[in-house]
């Protein structure tokens, strides 16, 4: 019999909270796994850019990824289970094992996980509000009847020494002066006859390291799909879970059509996944060879897709709200990973073999603005077919958000509640939502739109926030085996096979490498160092709350999920060395792999 609030101090009351209102044990596995079905459309926040540094390579990506993601849940559903009263994900489960060896170590494993999933909110926002953009304000197409119009009034303007079309000539030598002067034209009446509201920036503002800050109107729309995601969440975890599973019925089997259409009816053409090398360049359209900058580019490409396949480890962010987190956390869990195996080979499969390689390097494909129209295209769909499915993209990225909203902002809740992270994100509203936690992530990812406002910036975003989520990969792969050794009296309602938390273990290592190599693939020579940079910010806040509010003590209800009551006494350190060399070794094979793998000359 479990009571349907989550018990004891750790849920929400005691020192710090702020508040008497606490999480709600009011969610099945069913409820979670609909919160995670957010994470099949993370496909296509990516699918253009793994093609373009894949090539013939990227479905192939996509599966290895996603089996990846697969087996490495296995070691997250134990550790889930171990704590039934705590909520924030695997990286909070994960973390107390590293307690014992570094206090550091623990907080810095819960903020990657954290910098990780909080930007799907504003890259999802970004590809939203250029959808809704595309919608109300569309650009005209060169060979529309009103650009057409426009040019024929104003063609009369142009000579072959107006500037635009001296400069025009120069860049393409052996056009002819009619020529450049019909296209001039053209671009100029796209750009006349493009709605105003569409080129509208208010500010732009450059941060030196960083990148320049967009205050357009993806970033005004996005801030708005931001606050009414916010206020649907705002009910609690309940409310959310009823709203996800509506709107995961209403985009996944849409969507798991299209994917099956092409290949139900012959369109697949075997040319575009035969012949599985990698590009000669990134977003190169001929054929490479498997050489050590192919390699480069593959290992670029797998270090992208682990931040959507293994995604659906959020599944169980919320073990303190489930009824039955004894069974509830692997089912959860597992059918996730199901779920996701299924749209993760379908999808990536499908649009390759239809669009090709060339095809997949449109830049509405790239920038996720066209993928709408490529999923009517799959399906031979007119004009309504492409109208509703855009319809139905957008949902698709309301529902990645909700997902990363929901699970990012209890991982801030529980991370303060196990002192790591401030108090104040310990407050839970009456409705059982981490509102302080979640008004946090809004802040930040307001920074963050106006970031990822444009292309540039957006995949920019990406590569920094992955090194957040491969870092807390590692660190969590190896907590499986910490945690054998050093709590083997924690009970453990699903037990993986010993043999997989080894595979598991070894597994870290390979994403290790995909940091190394693939952090520099995305146009971003210091993403790497960026991303570290950003990982260390977390450790001026963790002395701060660790060594001046609390004391040099954790609360002690963390301690006693330990199975620990001395809050001075960590317990022994049975891994002894062990856990040491495994962060050597990782940061070895880190820094080998980005030494050794450069990208193709």
Known sequence: MVDQSTSGPLAGTGEGAGTTHRLHRTLTWRGAFWVAAGVPPLVLFSIGGIAGVAGKAAFVVWMLSMCMGFLQSFTYAEMAGMFGNKSGGTSVYGATAWLRYSKLIAPLSVWCNWFAWSPVLSLGCAIAAGYILNALFPVP????????????????????????????????????????????????????????????????????????????????????????????????????????????????????????????????????????????????????????????????????????????????CYTAEFKNPATDTFKAIFYSGLLCMVFFFLIPFAFQGVLGHEGMLAPGIVDGTGIGAALAGLVNGGPVITQILVILMILALFLAIMTAMAGSSRTLYQGSRDGWLPKYLSHVNEHGAPTNAMWTDLGFNVFLLALASDATGYFYVLAISNVGYIMFNFFNLNAGWIHRIDSPHLVRPWKAPTLLIGFNTLLAFVNAMFLGAGAKVWGYSGALWSGLIFASFILPVFWYRHFYQDKGHFPREAMEDLGLKDDGDLGPRRAGILPYVALIAGATVVLVSNWFFQLPT
């Open 141 to 316: 197409l060169a060979e529309s009847q009103q650009v057409v119009a426009w040019v024929t009034a104003h063609l009369a303007d142009y000579t072959a020494q107006t500037q635009s079309v001296v400069d025009y000539l120069a860049a393409h030598p052996g056009l002819s002066a009619e020529a450049a002067i019909q296209a001039v034209a053209q671009a100029d009446g796209v750009s006349a006859l493009t709605p105003a509201f569409r080129t509208w920036e208010a500010l732009t503002f450059t941060i030196p390291g960083l990148g320049t800050l967009h205050f357009n109107a993806t970033f005004l729309i996005g801030v708005v799909l931001m606050l009414i995601i916010f206020a649907i969440q705002h009910r609690g975890i309940s409310s959310t879970a009823k709203s996800q599973k509506l709107m995961a019925l209403v985009v996944l089997i849409p969507l798991l059509l299209v994917g099956l259409v092409p290949i139900l009816n012959g369109s697949i053409n075997s040319m575009n996944v035969t012949g599985i090398v990698p590009p000669t360049a990134a977003y190169a359209s001929t054929d490479g060879a498997w050489n050590i900058g192919g390699w480069t580019l593959f290992l670029g490409a797998m270090y992208i897709a682990a931040w959507s396949t293994y995604g659906f480890e959020t599944a169980v």
